[in-house]
């Protein structure tokens, strides 16, 4: 099974910078989708964003425009990167390995998640 680690959280002050990486480790052969989902306190865990193996990206609606996701295919690693935080992207931000069936997306594996804290 692919193991996903995340590195990049910690303590940011507002109006600072995010890169976050994800690296998957124990491919099965093939190149996966990969993203980003998020849960702030009291919240339900949302979509951040997902990028195909060919580079094609979904951003969720609350979060367009604010990230980008992008990936290295031959480090198998996905990264997000976030300019101008805000308290509002205070939250565990989990990465994910998965497949898109149509508009769904399977997800296979998930990152144990990485603490973001906006704060001055």
């Known amino acids: 099974q692919v193991q996903l680690v995340e590195s990049g959280g910690g303590l940011v002050q507002p109006g600072g910078s995010l890169r976050l990486s994800c690296a998957a480790s124990?491919?099965?052969?093939?190149?996966?989708?990969m993203g980003w989902d998020r849960q702030a306190p009291g919240r339900q865990r949302e979509l951040v964003a997902h990028?195909?193996?060919?580079?094609?990206?979904k951003y969720g609606d609350s979060v367009k425009g604010r990230f980008t996701i992008s990936r290295d295919n031959a480090k198998n690693t996905v990264y997000l990167q976030r300019n101008n935080l805000n308290s509002e992207d205070t939250a565990v931000y989990f990465c994910?390995?998965?497949?898109?069936?149509?508009?769904?997306?399977?997800?296979?594996?998930w990152g144990q998640g990485t603490q973001v804290t906006v704060s001055s």
């Open positions: 994910n390995l998965g497949d898109y069936a149509g508009a769904y997306y399977f997800v296979r594996s």
């Open positions: 124990g491919s099965d052969g093939s190149i996966h989708a």
């Open positions: 990028i195909t193996n060919a580079g094609n990206t």
